[in-house]
């Protein structure tokens, strides 16, 4: 079964710090681009980062030098290594997989939330 | 990397036709035919529904059907049914980052 399973969310003060982890199966991982794209309360998507086959990776310019994608194709997993925390960080955050051909996420997992609040 | 906009809301009766809009520029919408649309069900994760502009990934209704011009991509759900009752996201490949609309409620009245 294609699956992706997120965890390490919770509730965080601000300025803290957070590693949210995305476990892949029933697809070949280490050919696949993986996205995190995060929910904020209400509906609207945003698309938070990427990291490619070769580990290139990429940031929406609010997380850029906080956060860090990184990914391990040992494990099939990737992961989100968020630091200096924000409120408006506070969001759903799914683990996603980039079908590149057609650049379109084929793939989501669950979601894990993190909530940023004292 | 302004959002993509779409309306907060849509609706419509059973067996009828909907559309609904998502407008972008040249920079993501209109400068690639990489337009995706996702349906989300309360406290479900999005599914994809259309890719490509137009295409649909298999077990999708051909109920579900989407289109372009220019800026501006469209969903049109045909012969509603009760259970399409959900938000509905558009999404864009923009170079090297994704966009995604505000989200659109569609009602099923």
């Known amino acids: 079964e294609v699956q992706l399973v997120e965890s390490g969310g919770g509730l965080i003060q601000p300025g803290g710090s957070l590693r949210l982890s995305c476990a892949a199966s029933?697809?070949?991982?280490?050919?696949?681009?993986m996205h995190w794209i995060r929910q904020v309360p209400g509906k609207t998507l945003e698309w938070v980062s990427a990291?490619?086959?070769?580990?290139?990776?990429f940031y929406i310019d609010s997380v850029r030098g906080r956060f860090t994608m990184s990914r391990e194709n040992a494990k099939n997993s990737v992961y989100l290594q968020m630091n200096s925390l924000r409120g408006e960080d506070t969001a759903v955050y799914y683990c996603?997989?980039?079908?590149?051909?057609?650049?379109?996420?084929?793939?989501w997992g669950q979601g894990t939330m993190v909530t940023v609040s004292s | 990397q302004s959002a993509l906009t779409q309306p907060p809301s849509a609706s419509g009766s059973p067996g009828q036709s909907v559309s609904i809009s998502c407008t972008g520029t040249?920079?993501?919408?209109?400068?690639?035919?990489?337009v995706s649309w996702y349906q989300q069900h309360p406290g479900k994760a999005p599914k994809l529904i259309i890719y490509?502009?137009?295409k649909r990934p298999s077990g999708v209704p051909d109920r579900f059907s989407g289109s372009k011009s220019g800026n501006t991509a469209y969903l049109t759900v045909s012969g509603l049914q009760a259970e399409d009752e959900a938000d509905y996201h558009c999404?864009?490949?923009?170079?090297?980052?994704?966009?995604f609309g505000g989200g659109t409620k569609l009602t099923i009245l």
């Open positions: 996603g997989r980039v079908k590149w051909e057609v650049r379109t996420l084929d793939i």
């Open positions: 029933g697809f070949t991982f280490s050919t696949s681009d």
């Open positions: 990291i490619g086959t070769a580990g290139q990776t």
């Open positions: 040249s920079s993501d919408i209109g400068g690639y035919n990489y």
């Open positions: 490509g502009v137009s």
């Open positions: 999404g864009s490949f923009a170079g090297t980052s994704w966009l």
